[in-house]
């Protein structure tokens, strides 16, 4: 079972300064007190690791997105290109 302790290193992995924090504050607090504490503490770390896995995926959706886009927008570009290319030349025939 994960303590305070390492979930807290896992918080500064993450730059949230405040969630450590209170991982060391936990960490002081009386054996009786700590498992509540504990508990509620590792839910708001799953939560926000969590949240980052989602944020990260969509960060990475949008990126494969805007990509994607582009390849279409240079088709596009290319297929209007080609069927001017073939006007001009049927244009030519007549």
Known sequence: MATPSSEKKIVEKNN???????????????????????????RAVSGMQHRQNVLTFVKNSIS??????????????ATRQERDEYRRRLEDLF
């Open 64 to 77: 494969q997105l805007r990509l994607n886009m582009r390849y279409l927008i240079f088709d596009l570009e």
């Open 16 to 42: 949230l300064s405040s969630l450590s924090e209170l991982g060391a504050l936990i960490e002081e607090l009386p054996p009786e007190l700590k498992p509540r504490f504990e508990k509620a503490f590792r």
